[in-house]
């Protein structure tokens, strides 16, 4: 009888504690636009009226917070464009989607939770919270004194630590390699496969001849963690705005080239570029470090999701062609080619702000423009959006292993 109250209670506390998350996110609808040529989904996403999740995809799918409802329909009538209604109320939604996969993997809280001594890990078989993925960069630094140094190179908005791994070449001449890992808080999948990269490039001799590497597994560890404890879908970083309905910056919205052409002024959009370029400590703490490498640097990539897509160049125009274009599309098929054998995913090579959208301010643009970095990409991982953000724990281990193949094809190329 006891041990059956206790398992009923055990139950409940899990349920509650991975569900918090998605409290705010109560009557949040999911829609699908018919118009992938209109550019009024943007236009609303940077006046703070929804928020694009997928942009690339043939009918863009967006989110509409409750209170949004009326006056987006009234707009979409307006503009002439129909829409589809995929979920009505997304903190339900999720909650159905995470009973689904309890059954399927009874995932136990203590997976989860670490003490003094011990912590687990699971890296390939499930999302690491923050104090996991800390602790999995501490043992890594530990194992591999030789190869592996880990820094901290800033902290976040919240005092969080901002780590920088750096695996070490023994070649003098090597080529310095950037990762940026979980810009974005929401998109788990992106923090998961950075980590599977170190784990592979750490087991990897061939790779260290001609390259060392620079990987910011967690570059917005507050996001991150809000995302675990009050709002799964948080985009932004924690920046509290003067206008405290609206919180955060987009931290792909906040570097300093052509900072503000294609972003939003209003700190309740999505894309809020910030009150300066590099006014945030977290992109702050990434762009000094880079500089720090930059007449090393032949390649930034910076991870995100979701869409499947290699992005180059620019972000900030659809009319200007950066100089390396075809180059950039030529080694981008390479890592697509080599991403599609083991699992048959397609990774299509695009420009950002032509197949995607118009937005500058990110990473990539800057990485491109004041670095002067040669190759340059922003990487869209898993899924094509039926699970979008809220990508399986069974995703995770074929996006590390099918973006270790791609990237070790477009490393060799690029030697
Ligand atoms: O909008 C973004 O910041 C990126 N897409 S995401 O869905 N992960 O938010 C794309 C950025 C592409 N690069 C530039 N526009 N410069
Ligand atoms: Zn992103």
């Not at 009226?49 to 942009?55: A, I, S």
């Not at 996969?101 to 939770?113: I, Q, Y």
């Not at 999302?127 to 194992?143: D, V």
């Not at 340059?376 to 074929?398: C, N």
């Amino acid at each position: 009888m006891k041990v059956g109250l206790w398992s009923v209670l055990l139950v409940i506390v899990f349920t509650q504690s991975v569900t918090c998350n998605y409290g705010e996110l109560a009557g949040h609808q999911i829609w699908k636009l018919d118009g992938k040529e209109s550019a009024v989904p943007v236009r609303l996403l940077n006046e703070g009226l929804l928020d694009v999740l997928d942009d690339s995809a043939q009918s863009p799918q967006v989110r509409v917070a409750p209170r949004d409802v009326k006056k987006v329909q009234g707009i979409l009538q307006k503009e002439g464009l129909s829409y589809e209604v995929l979920v009505h109320d997304l903190a339900a939604h999720f909650k159905a989607v995470d009973e689904n996969e309890r059954r399927r993997r009874d995932v136990s809280e203590d997976s989860r939770t670490c003490n003094e001594t011990y912590c687990p890990l699971p890296l390939t078989e499930d999302y690491m919270t923050l104090e996991q993925m800390e602790w999995y960069l501490q043992e890594l630094n530990e194992t591999y004194p030789e190869l592996v140094s880990l820094s901290s190179i800033g902290k976040s908005h919240e005092d969080r630590d901002i780590w920088l791994v750096h695996i070490r070449s023994d070649n003098a001449s090597a080529k310095s390699v950037w990762i940026e890992g979980g810009l974005h808080a929401r998109e788990w999948i992106s923090p998961a496969v950075s980590l599977g990269l170190i784990e592979n490039l750490v087991n990897d001799e061939n790779m260290m001849k001609n390259f060392d590497f620079f990987i910011a597994p967690m570059a917005n560890p507050d996001g991150y963690e809000y995302t675990w404890t009050t709002n799964r879908m948080w985009r932004k970083n924690r920046r509290l705005n003067s206008n405290h309905n609206c919180d955060g910056v987009d931290l792909n919205r906040n570097w300093d080239y052509y900072y503000g052409t294609g972003a939003s002024s209003n700190s309740c959009s999505e894309v809020y570029k910030g009150t300066s370029a590099f006014s945030e400590p977290e992109t702050h703490a990434l762009s000094q470090a880079m500089e720090k490498e930059k007449d090393n640097l032949i390649l930034v990539l910076s991870l995100h999701s979701y869409g499947q897509d290699l992005l180059y160049p620019w972000g900030w125009s659809h009319t200007v062609d950066v100089p390396n274009k075809a180059e950039l599309i030529n080694a981008g098929k390479v890592f697509a080619n080599g991403a599609k054998n083991r699992y048959g995913k397609t990774y299509s090579v695009i420009n950002s702000a032509g197949g995607l959208y118009y937005a500058s301010g990110a990473t990539d643009d800057w990485a491109y423009g004041v670095l002067g970095t040669e190759y340059v990409y922003t990487l869209e991982l898993r899924d094509d959006g039926m699970r979008g953000f809220k990508l399986a724990s069974d995703d995770v281990k074929p996006s590390m292993e099918e973006v270790w193949d791609g990237f070790q094809k477009l490393l060799e190329h690029i030697a």
